[in-house]
């Protein structure tokens, strides 16, 4: 779950293009593939390669018809560790995939989604060209990138305006839907509650509109006013985790709510470890209770 804090390890490895929408910063991790029929594959010039290229789609893709500025551009990361080799150019893995937005007047990067994919499956050859159609089903490896990318600039665009991801999850959705027809795992309900069914059904499930909401108040009306009245924008923030309480409470097992909130830990310790005595211990509560494997980290709110 912590792999993307050893991405200083590789900075061999470490590929950061120009982007339009996107900056990815993408690591193929190779070491852990087990010993295959096919062979080895101890070549990192292969897997340099796959980076290369992988970091290259992501990048240079135009995934929205908005010009972004350079500073306006969605931080990602990507981590890929290769665990087997099926069968010559076909891998199998896991992904944790990330992604953050600045916060308005400081130079500061919130993060919005820090998820770990268990079924990072396909095919690869050195010096394969992806190609991408949003219309039909080309490789389980850009389907895997392109559904990444949109679900990142959908939760991005809601942390601006109020549903505005919305075009992005319907994007995400077609992925989806199309993938599904093929034999890869990750793309269907019944393949686990952790996978990417399960991540945009999320997204899209009218149920759990709160959490949509939430990501906008914790954002834009929150972060982004901090550094103007702190104690106006921690009410929002406070606000938009009782939103999250609700959904929780209708699906209580939410692969949003999870990834939302794994990179979400430190930095809600730090903001309301200066709240006020009443809003330490609102928060508390309601953290403990949507996310109680980091309840260790939320006691520093009120004992801190």
Excluded at 204 to 226: C, K, P, S, T
């Amino acid at each position: 779950m912590k792999k993307i804090a050893l991405l200083l390890a590789y900075i061999p490895l470490f590929f950061s293009l120009q982007a339009q929408e996107l900056k990815v910063n993408v690591i193929v991790d190779s070491e852990q593939i087990k010993e295959t029929g096919t062979g080895s594959y101890t070549d990192k010039t292969f897997f340099r390669d796959m980076q290369v290229q992988i970091s290259t789609f992501l990048n240079t893709t135009k995934w929205t018809k908005i010009q972004f500025k350079p500073e306006e551009r969605l931080s990602c990361n990507l981590y890929i560790t290769i665990r087997e080799v099926p069968s010559q150019n076909q891998f199998k893995g896991t992904a944790q995939f990330q992604s953050s937005r600045p916060v308005y007047a400081s130079s500061y990067e919130s993060i919005l989604m820090d998820f770990v994919d268990t079924y990072f499956e396909f095919e690869y050859a050195l010096g394969q060209q992806m190609i991408y159609n949003d219309n039909q089903f080309t490789s389980n490896l850009t389907s895997l990138l392109a559904f990444y990318a949109y679900t990142a600039l959908a939760l991005d665009f809601d942390s601006y305006g109020y549903l505005g991801g919305n075009p992005y999850l319907e994007k995400a959705l077609e992925i989806v839907n199309t993938a599904q027809q093929q034999s890869y795992k990750g793309w269907k309900a019944f393949d686990g509650q952790n996978v990417r069914y399960w991540l945009n059904e999320n997204h899209n499930n009218q149920q759990l509109i709160q959490l949509r909401e939430a990501v906008y108040e914790y954002h834009r009306l929150g972060l982004d006013n901090f550094s103007f009245n702190a104690d106006t924008a921690r009410t929002h923030i406070l606000a938009s985790i009782g939103k999250i309480k609700k959904a929780f409470e209708l699906r209580p097992t939410s692969v949003f709510i999870k990834s939302f909130l794994n990179g979400k830990a430190e930095e809600l310790v730090k903001i309301f470890q200066q709240a006020s005595p009443e809003q330490k211990q609102q928060a508390y509560d309601l953290l403990r209770m949507i996310d109680a494997t980091n309840n260790e980290k939320y006691l520093k709110i009120i004992s801190g």
